[in-house]
């Protein structure tokens, strides 16, 4: 079966909340997500990303909008007519079947032979490392192990669109970063178009082609993660993805392919050409930590002039908080020798490189 | 559970489909059908009548079952004290589930009639029945006389250095404080007759008979629900006498139980125990039959064999032995039923109010 | 934790909700039926039973109720019901406090909690009266025990001692599995800490365990004191005449004075106090709050919570209760067993061989009826509790409180309306098996219904939106993975009915009728007709099959995958 596209037109999800009235969970939601590809969903708590994910579904109906799998309008078709195969965040197996019955499920919906459902699950079984697993019950499970059962319950049923719902927040760190990559590569394997939801930015990174980064119902931006994050579209973006400093300033002057703008009053720096940008225009810097190079002032010279308030050695890295005439910075030094290492309250130069910096314009 | 059921039998299918919503509706409704036709099949099969006996179950059910064997009709009865069945009965008006009310004090049959629940019937031996033993329209036939008698406990009275009582002054006696049983008006004929003794034994003047029973009182540890109720804790001790009709007195008696049965000088009342057909009755021919059988000598001369102590009604019967010597002496005069028909209520209502708390 | 459920609650339910009922033929057609059986069995007799006190003539007439009211018995029956309610939750709960606490936190050998859990349970499982023949015959004025052991002469068992004693004797084991899960719930952590803070075990008791549990004393409170309150048959032989109490005065003015005028109102009236106490408990006893505890023992504690001398202390107390517990049954068991009970105690049969020959159609009617309403019951229990856990918003809560209204109230109240509502046309259903039937399942499911609730709200909704990705239909996704999970709820609500159908009189005194006979009405008749020997016959026949039944059930409940055998006990008590 070839791959089916998503697409959600103008979507929004309302409901009453007790005390706040009517609230919009969703609101005027449009992306689309392209055969075969794995979208994330990502955002802070209450974003609308799980609602969104739920409606596509069919779980929840939207006030508004349409949603179309494939070729076909489904806004208004039942979940278990949708084709689709869901996967929970806390797995929800059925805690009275064992595990071949709970991946046979869907199959004995379709009321397919005995003999071709136990072929379908013993083959998923052994796509998900689960061979020998057959009779046991979730109770007697790891939480790694019912994650993957509740993946192959999804994808024995062959669905049109495979969904995520936070299936990794219930795991331990290390768990997290192994089942991510079991789940990216068994979906590029089957193919399966894939919407999936999460609030860890740096899991979205790993395993999606592109991330729709939601907030307050809406998406901020639809981008792959280099996009994301060298490039965010506002503020929250940059703040969400990864860690940014954020300094209000102005462009001074505009040359050809590049502006300069004003840092703390100290220096102009030269950067690259970012969008349609007015001399005098307020804009925000949105400047990696990674992107600073930090120097003892005495050992250097040019540069921003700061002083160092605080250092936390991480072991591959070295977290320095500078302050730069009164704005705070983080700068990340990574691989620090013992001998680079800056104690508080000495006096460091910053160096910026010119395509380090990202412009916003202000709102 | 070996592996190869779990393997064979998936575990969702093939079990759970006795549950699906459709056929769980058909075993419910089913299920109603089955019990609606079991219960209305039950109350009505053929050559059977329903009745709602007054009597005790272990006097009814032999006296029945001896019908069954003479007639072939089977009684179905459940059993009520006499306050219990008239209220039933009333209640059913509408749509009666019985054919007959059998048995019972006199008075509890003339209150009915005012409810219109009785349908007239003269059985065939009523033109022998004296006056007091039938209604004059034919509303009820008596069945048997029941006169009431004071019961004390034999032990009871050696402890206290007491005779039997022998006259209803005595039972004010306060050796007796709180140690007498009787019967509670509001549900038994036993205390109907009982309380319309008083009233007769005090030439009906209210007052007097009323002063009388706040007296008594006094000495009364419980007024139960059925005539009888209080028999048994007589018996036992628990209680040092009461008033009962003497059915239940000899049956203690019988039992075993270590008791003492005498009557007042200034006289106890009796009172017919009778048996009505009820209006509207489903099978009032076989209905009709079994109060044939039962004002007839055909059910009273059996009195004996069964043990039952009641005195028969119909004059052709002869009261049993050892009834006759207990009888022998008392003084006992009939309560009038007209009288105490027509005040019934008025004279239970005032019991309620003045005496009871 | 390995696979446990997460609890979530979210807006979504409500718009799915109103969804499914548009697309789901089935859902619709289940909840139309369940609103249909409701209105037809729970609120047609109790408009009926209203109007019959209120209506003369088809206009509102409250003169009968002043009437009613007027009379100081009456007005003293509702006081004294209202007392004897109140000292019954008191010392109820306290005997089952003392109870809980032993059991909870006495570290008893295994012997020991055997005994008390057989002397709390088996009045949990006999009709409710039974107790009080055994008073009788052991505090009269020749009781066993006033008379033969203690010389006591002339003493009186009839009044509110009496009463009160055996209402306390028969209910508090309610209290008592009330209070335990909550007691072994409050984990010995919280103790360990109070201690690890230099409190002394007294003030630890009073400071830390106490407060804890009182949300559970009131509860237990409640329960006690609604019991109580519809308690008729304890009354009926053990009150005397001094101390009237409503649901026999409401029981006397219909079958003594064939008042039904007046025995609904003396009815309604005590339907007040019943009201009040069922919002109580809903107010105060926040849904889901107790019942999460699945009833293992918490963790033991290093320190013992109590001293050994307290302890021993403790287990006599309880000992000494359950042993006299025991002594009253044994007591009716010799009753069953001997000729005349006081007179002559010869060695005989007789009395069962009476109960299986006279008494064959009460039983097998009985026997029937259970059977017949059992599953219904359990059905009825879980379709409701479903839709009220899972139904569309609107509707929900009415569903559920109108379910609980014939559970409620007490069981006079419930007798004499359907006897009012099903006696004449448009439904004529007295005289029939239907009635009574249909009388325990909307009384006694709710147990059934309320464990259901507590079942699913602990059943995250994933799992049945699990299902529904999987393409199932909701049909079969109740059919094959709600029901299967609920199946512990579905059994004790069959057990509740069970158990309630087999030992309740105070409704049903009202329903029998020539076709259709109780056990337990057949129990009260012999007992006024003074037949002793068969009355204790049936009690021991209905405790042995009670008993042997649920072990039945609680060998069942005990193989399901999910089961948490503690539900069962919720919703057992009461007449």
Redesign the interface.
């Known amino acids: 079966m070839s791959p089916l596209a998503i697409r959600l037109d103008h979507v929004s999800a309302q409901?009453?909340?007790r005390v706040k009235g009517a609230v919009a969970?969703v609101q005027d939601v449009s992306l689309e997500v392209r055969p075969g590809e794995l979208l994330t969903l990502l955002g802070p708590s209450g974003c609308g990303k799980t609602t969104t994910l739920?409606m596509i579904?069919?779980?929840?109906?939207p006030t508004g909008g349409r949603i179309l799998i494939g070729d076909r309008d489904v806004t208004g078709i039942?979940?278990?007519?949708r084709g689709?195969?869901?996967v929970?965040?806390?797995y929800?197996?059925?805690?009275?079947?064992?595990v071949?019955?709970n991946v046979?499920?869907?199959l004995?919906?379709?009321r397919q032979q005995?003999s071709q459902i136990a072929v379908a699950v013993r083959e998923v079984l052994s796509l998900v490392g689960l061979t020998g697993y057959d009779?046991q019950?979730?109770?007697?499970?790891?939480?790694g192990e019912?994650q993957r059962v509740a993946l192959a319950?999804?994808i024995v049923?062959r669905p049109g669109v495979l969904?995520f719902d936070e299936p990794l927040s219930n795991l331990d760190a290390k768990l997290r970063v192994q089942m991510r990559r079991e789940i990216r590569s068994l979906q590029k394997k089957l193919g399966i178009t894939t919407v999936y939801v999460t609030h860890d930015q740096e899991e979205a990174m790993a395993i999606s082609d592109r991330i729709a980064v939601m907030n307050k119902g809406g998406i901020a931006q639809i981008g792959d993660a280099e996009e994301l994050y060298r490039r965010p579209a506002s503020v929250f973006v940059a703040r969400f993805i990864g860690h940014a400093n954020l300094l209000p300033t102005s462009v001074t002057s505009i040359g050809a392919g590049s502006v300069e703008i004003d840092i703390a009053g100290q220096r102009h720096i030269v950067v690259a050409q970012c969008g349609d940008l007015r001399l005098g225009q307020a804009v925000t810097a949105v400047i990696r930590p990674e992107a600073l190079g930090i120097c003892d002032a005495s050992k250097s010279d040019g540069g921003l002039m700061g002083r160092v308030t605080s250092c936390t050695y991480l072991g591959d890295k070295c977290e320095y908080v500078v302050d730069l005439a009164g704005a705070e910075l983080q700068v990340i030094k990574a691989n620090p020798q013992p001998s680079d290492r800056i104690l508080p309250g000495t006096a460091v130069h910053l160096n910026l490189p010119a395509a380090g910096i990202h412009l916003l314009p202000e709102r | 559970m070996g592996?190869c059921e779990?393997r064979c039998l998936?575990?969702?299918?093939t079990r759970n489909r006795r549950f699906s919503p459709i056929s769980r509706w058909q075993h419910f409704i089913a299920t109603v059908l089955m019990a609606i036709a079991f219960g209305w099949g039950s109350a009505a099969a053929a050559d059977s009548i329903n009745a709602y006996s007054i009597w005790p179950e272990n006097w009814a059910r032999p006296m029945l079952q001896e019908f069954e064997a003479s007639t072939g009709i089977k009684v179905n009865f459940l059993r009520f004290s006499s306050g219990e069945a008239l209220a039933r009965v009333i209640a059913e008006k509408n749509n009666p589930k019985v054919d007959v009310l059998f048995g019972g004090p006199v008075e509890t049959f003339a209150a009915g009639i005012k409810e219109g629940i009785f349908e007239p019937y003269k059985p065939p031996v009523a033109t022998v029945l004296p006056a007091r033993f039938k209604e004059a329209d034919g509303y009820w036939t008596a069945i048997a006389d029941d006169p009431l008698v004071f019961m004390t406990n034999q032990k009871f009275l050696t402890e206290n250095k007491l005779s039997p009582p022998t006259s209803w002054d005595d039972l004010i006696n306060p050796a007796y404080k709180n140690m007498l049983q009787m019967a509670d008006a509001r549900t038994s004929g036993t205390a109907v007759t009982r309380i319309f003794s008083v009233l007769e034994v005090n030439g009906r003047d209210e007052e007097k008979a009323f002063a009388y029973l706040k007296k008594l009182r006094a000495n009364v540890q419980l007024y139960t629900k059925s005539g009888g109720g209080g028999t048994l804790p007589v018996g036992l001790g628990q209680a040092a006498g009461g008033i009962f009709f003497i059915v239940d007195a000899l049956d203690t008696k019988a039992k075993g139980y270590d008791v003492v049965i005498s009557f007042p000088k200034e006289g106890i009342g009796t009172s017919a125990e009778a048996i009505a057909l009820i209006k509207g009755a489903k099978n009032a021919d076989a209905g009709k039959k079994l109060i044939d059988w039962a004002t007839s000598p055909g059910m009273q001369g059996l009195f004996a064999k069964h043990k039952i102590n009641f005195v028969p009604a119909h004059p052709d019967v002869k009261t049993q032995a050892s009834l006759a010597e207990v009888l022998r002496g008392a003084k006992i005069f009939a309560i009038d039923d007209a009288y105490a028909g027509a005040n019934r209520k008025r004279i239970v209502d005032r019991w309620v109010v003045e005496v009871l708390p | 934790m390995?696979?446990r459920?997460?609890t979530t609650f979210g807006?979504?339910s409500?718009?799915?909700g109103r969804?499914r009922l548009l697309?789901d033929p089935a859902f619709g057609v289940t909840l139309a039926a369940l609103w249909l059986l409701l209105a037809l069995f729970v609120i047609y007799p109790l408009l009926m039973m209203l109007s019959a006190a209120f209506l003369e003539g088809g206009r509102l007439s409250l003169a009968p109720l002043f009437a009613i009211l007027g009379k100081p018995s009456h007005r003293a029956a509702f006081l004294n019901s209202l007392l004897l309610g109140a000292l019954v939750g008191l010392f109820g709960t306290a005997l089952g406090f003392l109870f809980a606490f032993t059991v909870a936190r006495g570290s008893l050998r295994p012997r020991w909690v055997r005994l008390i859990d057989a002397a709390t349970l088996l009045p949990l499982i006999s009709p409710p009266f039974t107790t009080s023949i055994s008073f009788i015959f052991s505090f009269g004025p020749r009781g066993l025990i006033t008379y033969d052991l203690l010389g006591l002469k002339g003493t009186n068992v009839y009044g509110l001692s009496s009463t009160l004693a055996a209402e306390v004797l028969t209910y508090f084991p309610i209290a008592y599995l009330t209070l335990r899960p909550v007691l072994t719930g409050i984990g010995g952590n919280l103790e360990e800490m109070a201690f690890s803070l230099g409190s002394r075990r007294l003030n630890v008791f009073r400071t830390v365990t106490l407060p804890l549990t009182v949300p559970g004393l009131a509860n237990a409170f409640l329960l006690l004191f609604a019991a109580s309150l519809a308690d008729f048959a304890t009354p009926l032989i053990l009150a005397g005449n001094v101390f009237q109490v409503l649901p026999t005065e409401a029981y006397l003015q219909i079958t003594g004075l064939f008042d039904l005028k007046g025995g609904a109102i003396l009815s309604v009236l005590l339907l007040v106090p019943a009201a009040i106490v069922y919002l109580l408990q809903r107010a105060w006893v926040a849904r889901g709050h107790y019942v999460t505890v699945t009833g293992k023992a918490g963790p033991q504690s290093a320190i013992r919570s109590v001293t050994p001398t307290a302890r021993t202390m403790l287990l006599a107390a309880c000992a000494a209760v359950a042993l006299f517990i025991l002594y009253l049954y044994a007591l009716l068991a010799f009753a069953s067993v001997v000729a005349a009970f006081g007179a002559d105690h010869a060695w005989t049969l007789r009395h069962y061989q009476v109960i299986f020959t006279e008494g064959r159609k009460a039983i097998l009617d009985t026997l029937f009826i259970t059977f017949v309403g059992m599953p219904l019951g359990g059905l009825y229990g879980v379709l409701v509790g479903y839709l009220v856990a899972r139904g569309p918003a609107r509707g929900r809560g009415a569903m559920e409180v109108v379910s609980m209204i014939n559970y409620a109230l007490p069981g006079t109240i419930v007798g004499i309306a359907y006897l009012i509502a099903f006696n004449d046309p448009p439904l004529v259903l007295t005289g029939t098996a239907l009635i009574i039937i249909a009388c325990y399942v909307f009384r006694y499911s709710p147990a059934g219904i309320r464990t259901t609730v507590a079942l699913l709200e602990q059943i995250?909704q994933?799992?049945e939106?699990?299902?529904?990705?999987?393409?199932?239909?909701s049909g079969?996704t109740f059919r094959?993975?709600t029901l299967?999970?609920v199946m512990p709820a579905f059994l004790a609500g069959v057990g509740v009915v069970f158990i309630r159908s087999m030992t309740a009189i105070s409704a049903t005194i009202f329903l029998v009728s020539i076709g259709w006979n109780l056990i337990t009405v057949r129990i009260l008749e012999n007992m006024t007709e003074l037949s002793l020997g068969p009355a204790a016959a049936f009690s021991v026949f209905v405790i042995a099959v009670v008993m042997a039944v649920m072990s039945l059930l609680n060998a069942v409940v005990r193989h399901l995958?999910?089961a948490t055998g503690e539900q069962m006990q919720w919703g057992i008590g009461g007449g």
């Open positions: 409901f009453l909340h969970a739920r579904a069919g779980f929840q109906e039942e979940a278990n007519d689709i195969g869901f929970f965040q806390n929800a197996l059925f805690p009275h079947l064992t071949f019955e046979a499920y869907g004995r919906v379709q005995a009779w019950l979730p109770h007697q499970l790891s939480g019912q319950r999804a049923i969904l | 592996s779990r998936p575990a969702g299918l | 390995k696979g459920a997460v807006p979504q409500s718009v799915q969804h697309v995250d994933s799992l939106d699990a299902s529904r990705s999987l393409g199932a239909r079969t094959r993975v299967p999970l995958p999910t």
